[in-house]
């Protein structure tokens, strides 16, 4: 089985660089193609960035525009236009919101027209949801029960909850249980380099709830995998998340969910 890692980070940025270090990898193309190839992962969409070299080292990247909040308060026009265009690429296959750190709850009316747009192209929009790293996010924004208005009134238009709502995993479970065009990963639900067996034991009361909120979903279409590179030790991640997630569920999770929700194309053995 393919995976595809349905969320994740390319950036030099050095607090991106500085998290690979933290979670025992380095922030560069070869090594992620590397670390790709040893896990069996041969896609991956890239949340507000393009493939960063990674496209030259082997691996099929697609991104996720982000809408940067800060430009729809001089400039939503642009935005608008410049997300429709990177929406008409073929390697576009989404976009990315942060309503936390944008001070702008999901039904903002500044947001609405990007949710039509993403809709119009088949596209779906994540949204950051759960805890924001730092304390310059406010989560009150960022909680799951916002993107539900928006899922009822755009029904067109599918919604992704990243990191599924963490910790309010029963929200956002609600909200893709409620709605037939809400979906969730579980990217970021742990950071760094650890031992996934010591870090199941240690933290297990955690881990039992969010597998009895998979239980309840009941749903695979609704879940799939997603890293959060470079903050997460990818094969520590997948360890962990496999123990987590039913067995049942896994071809769904660690591949077909994504491709379907994000409408990737197959890859040929030779394309991975």
């Known amino acids: ?55 030259a080292a082997g691996v099929r990247v697609f991104y996720c525009a982000s809408v940067r909040g800060e430009k729809l308060d001089t400039d ?22 942060y309503p936390g750190y944008d001070y702008r709850y999901p039904a903002d009316k500044d947001f609405l027209p990007f949710y039509e747009l993403a809709g119009g192209y088949g596209k779906p929009v994540v949204f950051h949801t759960g805890d924001t790293a730092g ?7 960022a909680h799951p029960l916002g993107v539900d208005e928006v899922a009822v009134k755009f029904r067109n238009t599918r919604f992704v909850l990243a990191h599924c ?7 956002a479970v609600e909200i893709a ?55 997460v030790n990818v094969h520590a991640y997948l360890k962990l998340l496999r123990r987590v997630v039913p067995e049942r569920m896994h071809e769904a999770f660690f591949s077909g969910t994504a491709r379907r929700i994000f409408r990737l194309p197959e890859l040929a053995p030779q394309d991975k």
Not at 135 to 141: F, M, P, W
Request: aromatic fraction near 8%.
């Open 177 to 231: 249980a409620k709605n037939d065009n809400a979906a969730l990963d579980l990217s970021g639900l742990a950071v760094g380099n650890f031992d996934a067996d010591e870090l199941y034991s240690r933290c297990e009361a955690y881990w039992k709830y969010l597998r009895m909120w998979i239980e309840y979903l009941a749903d695979d279409s609704k879940i799939m995998y997603g890293s959060d590179w470079p903050l």
């Open 135 to 141: 304390d310059r996010g406010l989560v009150k924004y």
């Open 1 to 55: 089985m393919m995976i595809i890692d349905a969320h994740l980070h390319l950036s030099d940025h050095e607090y991106m660089t500085r998290s690979a270090r933290e979670a025992g990898h380095e922030n560069a193309p070869e090594h992620l193609a590397r670390v790709f190839a040893d896990e069996g992962i041969g896609a991956a969409v890239a949340m507000g960035g393009d493939g960063l070299g990674l496209a």
């Open 76 to 97: 939503a026009a642009a935005e608008l236009e410049r997300a429709e265009k990177c929406l008409a690429e073929p390697d576009c296959a989404g976009l990315k919101l």
């Open 165 to 171: 709502g963490n910790p309010w995993i029963a929200d």
